[in-house]
């Protein structure tokens, strides 16, 4: 978007910020950003709706409330939903209609999504509706704001959506909490509704006609979820370029390939960006380019020679930047579709205020949302298996130039521990189980769309399916970064102790992870330093190091 409505705020700024930061949500300038910060950072933000979306919001009352009293139909006001909207009710029925609505959608299944995606499906939806045309009032939609400004949260199951009529069966969950129906989170805790509003001074809605249908018919839950992948996504991206950085200069790699007169004989423009990246964060290592091309060329032999070095580095090296250069372009280009899909109108019917109308569409259709994340979860995978073939050869002492077997420790001759201990054997494993599973998991979803709720819904987007596949995928990929990335900390140390053959960008990468994870200088569990290599990766502590050390 154009426009950010938190363009001046950042999470290093906010850390030492006095109070909540005022956020106001108008329906056309909510970024990616913006989602991932105010669901990630509960509290910082204190989310209202704009004046000028309460005048629109009203206007669309005005005129859906002039229809009703015209005794003209209109679906899902004085109708009923899908295949029975040829079945009119009397306006006096209009309020229990919604009601009823809510109630048979609650049929969720499986797990309960985690609080980041809630959060981040409450202020798209509120931000959906603060466009104005959907018929529902302004105090609605504050009270969605006002549940996630106090931490009380829907208890949203995860699959029961095909997506379209949207996401019609998690967003019931989010229209019984502002009903007082059910149980919530509250703080964290689990709680009643309407007992958690009540202590929050808020008082449930008695929805009016439309509003039922204006909450649950929308793209906001698999938005919510695209959102959080595409921001993770950019910063394993990032990672990836650093580890292939971190694994040339481990390996004693050839700088060049990275050079930019290669990339800009082909000029894609992701490629190009991982390349500039990587050839950054080796630093130091660019001006011996010429002399390491020379050395391995070495002297002119007329019958033949072997090389003691190869000339070009393996694939998962060398072609590094045309496999993370994908997954750049990829988030840009799904950044800019989830972007328009956050504020868009993507419920029906619609209400043309300027023409007097009510229309009814297909908004709710989460093809874009659908066809991003299949092609991001696709992307990722690829990544995640180029950092699993990049530890195979640092652990593998046919192919890692000189480290040691599975990265054990250098052990003196004759020491009781050589030939005890496996170093990064099971790590390496386990990258291999990860990377597998995230490759298994990139079967597009957007392809089994089923005919649905009597073959009204004859042609679905399945995106919900998707955009869960794609937070899969992110997460077991950052965990196979952090394994390649203590796996080069190893490698570094073995190079030099301390990692002192590093360039400062690199040194500082590093630095951060040997804070949480030491050298492995025996065998020892290592599931914990995962995880919490995997969280640096995750929150951008890793990316701002390494950019703190380029400023520098």
Known sequence: MDESILSNSSSMELSSHSGPVEV????????INDVVLVARMPGAFHVTLSRKSEQLMNQSVELKEKVIEDGLPIYGVTSGFGDSSTRKVHDDKAEDLQSNLIKFLSCGIGPVA????????MIIRANCLARGYSGIRP????????????????LIPERGSVGA???????????ALLTGIGDVLEKGE????????ARADLEPAVLRPKEGLALVNGTSFMSGFAALA???ASELAFAADLCTALASRTLKGNPDHFDSFIFDQKPHIGTRRSADTIRVLLDDMNNDAMLLQKSRVGVVDSVYRDLEDPLQDKYSIRCAPHVIGVLHETIDW??????????SCNDNPLFDTSAGMVRSGGNFYGGHVGQAMDSLKTAVASVGDLLDRQLELIVDEKFNNGLTPNLIPRFEHGSWNMGLHH?????QLVASSLTAEALKSTMPATVFSRSTECHNQDKVSMANIAARDARTVVELVQQVCAIHLLGLAQAADLRCPGGGTLSRPLKSCYDLIRSVSPMLEYDRPLDEDIQLVAELVASGDIRRAVEAALEH
Request: net charge negative; proline share 4%.
């Open 24 to 31: 106001v949500v108008d329906g056309c300038n909510l970024s």
């Open 114 to 121: 985690d609080a980041d995606p809630i959060r981040a499906t």
């Open 139 to 154: 105090e609605v939609v504050q009270l969605l704001l006002e549940c996630l400004n106090c931490e009380i949260l829907p």
């Open 165 to 175: 009529s949207g996401d019609l069966v998690p967003l019931s969950y989010v229209a």
């Open 190 to 197: 689990r709680a009643d509704a309407r007992a958690a509003l």
């Open 230 to 232: 595409i921001h993770d």
């Open 334 to 343: 799904a950044e800019g579709l989830i972007e328009v899909e956050m504020n």
């Open 423 to 427: 170093g990064f054997k099971g790590m």
